[in-house]
């Protein structure tokens, strides 16, 4: 099947799709973050009744409003790509994907924006309380967004709850709470909106940074930043926690991406983690420099253990219990072969043929020994399951690396605020401005790990890329990534025109 894929349609689909999702991730962290911390800033408000912190709450208010806004354009576009781009993957996830982006449509979104609007045009017509509530509510809400999407992006690194229907041949949910706490789908959610929560706080930090490099609004700049920074040191060593989760579930679930991430080729006992060096597709790093047992005791907690190598995945290791990729690519085409024998039997009403090759499909022998293999079938080169290691070695130290940055910059900010030196270092306030960018950098190197990381699949080891795209002509697809392209572009640089003017006004008066 994917030798009659047109390449360059797949190239262009993925290359679209990357495109919207990764605009799409420059505004989401924001909101999710910024959400937040407009409820702990309200909070105080209320609490206290210092109309300074109504003040703050309402400026970060409208940064927060500008955000959302643009940002709900680039989602929607994500969405229906699924059914124009991907209609093989639309069709083969069933209701398993459908379900958890309907609950987010139906329930959370509407949350968000319901409360959304009372939090905007509330205040002075409804009670304090009542406002605060409303506030919290966004909050929540736009957790619950992400939890859905994530969800279903956490379905297609690690399938769970599901059933393969050979009538319909698509994946059926059988069990809607394996779906939602499969151990893939919690790592995801907490790990990523714990990202964006520390994005939003170095965006307040270097905002205020701003401020009081101008010498204006200086207490409003010491509050925002003191908000901001504990916030941010919170969940930022909450990052760690659930980044050290994620590692052991991809060492679990996805060993081809782990083991590129590492560009580990050999596979070993007492794995290092690879501080430096430089990766290679086919040969081992060089110039490594490593931490002993590191990498073994990230997986598996336990430093002498053994972690696979991409050479291990892809020709096999008896010894260790992995299958070779080329045994798994035949078992895949047996899989699909009784898929096919089972379809032509129907078509020429041999029923008891049918009925005996549909049997297959809830035999659990068949099913562990075939089926889980499915996917493989499409493939032909052993190779073709390991992702790009270079591009996913960097981009995983790039987004540890500034993850322990962030705990470095908050540790700075809470010390000199507490010491109320903060306007003494200019040299520092003017890295706190320019930090502003990292976490957004740090947060599309994660993304690029995560998917490029899963290549080449589009379902792990059901469904791989190639054979997931929608047969339409690539010109199509060509000519509308030049003009999301142009879309996104046009937003982002509107987005931060118009922050920059409200950052440049200022708080207003209360």
Request: aromatic share 16%; glycine share 6%; with cysteine.
């Amino acid at each position: 099947m994917i030798e009659n894929v047109d390449l360059s349609l797949v190239d262009w689909s993925r290359a679209q799709f990357a495109l919207t999702a990764a605009y799409h991730w420059v505004f989401v962290p924001l909101t999710l973050g910024l959400s937040f911390m407009l409820a702990f800033m309200e909070t105080i408000y209320v609490k206290t009744g210092n109309p300074e912190w109504k003040r703050i709450t309402k400026f970060w208010m409208t940064l927060f409003g500008i955000n959302f806004a643009i940002g709900v354009a680039t989602g929607l576009i994500l969405e229906f790509e699924f059914g124009t781009n991907w209609s093989n993957y639309s069709w083969f996830v069933g209701d398993i994907f459908g379900a958890p982006l309907a609950i987010e449509g139906i329930f959370a979104f509407f949350l968000e924006s319901t409360f959304i609007a009372i939090m905007f045009f509330g205040w002075n017509k409804i009670s304090k309380k009542v406002h605060l509530l409303s506030t919290w509510l966004v909050a929540f809400g736009a957790c619950l967004s992400a939890l859905w999407i994530l969800v279903a992006n956490a379905w297609m690194q690690y399938p769970a709850g599901m059933h393969f229907n050979p009538d319909t041949a698509r994946n059926e949910m059988v069990n809607f709470w394996e779906v939602l706490f499969s151990p893939m789908a919690i790592g995801k959610f907490l790990h990523t909106i714990t990202s964006g929560f520390v994005l939003a706080s170095v965006f307040v930090v270097g905002v205020s940074a701003w401020f009081l490099l101008k010498k204006r609004e200086q207490v409003f700049a010491r509050r925002s930043m003191a908000v901001a920074a504990v916030f941010g040191l919170i969940t930022s060593v909450f990052l760690v926690l659930t980044g050290d989760t994620s590692s052991r579930n991809i060492a679990d679930y996805q060993p081809a991406k782990f083991a590129a991430s590492e560009a580990l080729h050999e596979g070993k006992n007492n794995a290092g983690l690879t501080i430096f060096g430089i990766p290679s597709q086919t040969e081992e790093t060089k110039l490594k420099i490593e931490i002993p047992g590191l990498l073994s005791f990230m997986a598996y907690h336990d430093a002498n253990a053994y972690v696979a190598g991409i050479n291990d995945l892809v020709n096999g290791n008896e010894q260790h219990g992995i299958m070779a990729a080329s045994e798994k690519i035949e078992r895949g085409k047996v899989a699909r072969e009784v898929l096919k024998e089972y379809k032509d039997a129907k078509n020429n009403n041999d029923i008891a043929k049918a009925q005996a090759l549909k049997a297959k499909f809830e035999d659990q022998e068949f099913l562990d020994n075939y089926f889980k293999y499915f996917g493989y079938g499409f493939l032909n080169d052993p190779q073709s399951i390991i992702p790009n290691v270079p591009l996913i070695f960097w981009s995983f130290r790039v987004m540890v690396g500034l993850g322990f940055l962030f705990i470095l910059l908050f540790v700075v900010v809470l010390v000199l605020v507490y010491k109320n030196t903060l306007e003494k270092r200019r040299w520092l306030l003017w890295v706190m401005l320019f930090s502003i960018p990292l976490p957004y950098l740090a947060g599309q190197a994660g993304w690029v790990v995560a998917e490029v990381g899963r290549q080449p699949w589009a379902i792990q080891d059901y469904l791989p890329t190639a054979a997931a795209v929608s047969q339409i002509d690539a010109s199509a697809v060509q000519v509308t990534f030049w003009l999301f392209a142009t879309i996104f572009t046009v937003l982002l640089i509107a987005e931060i025109s118009i922050m920059v003017r409200q950052i440049k006004q200022g708080p207003k008066e209360v």
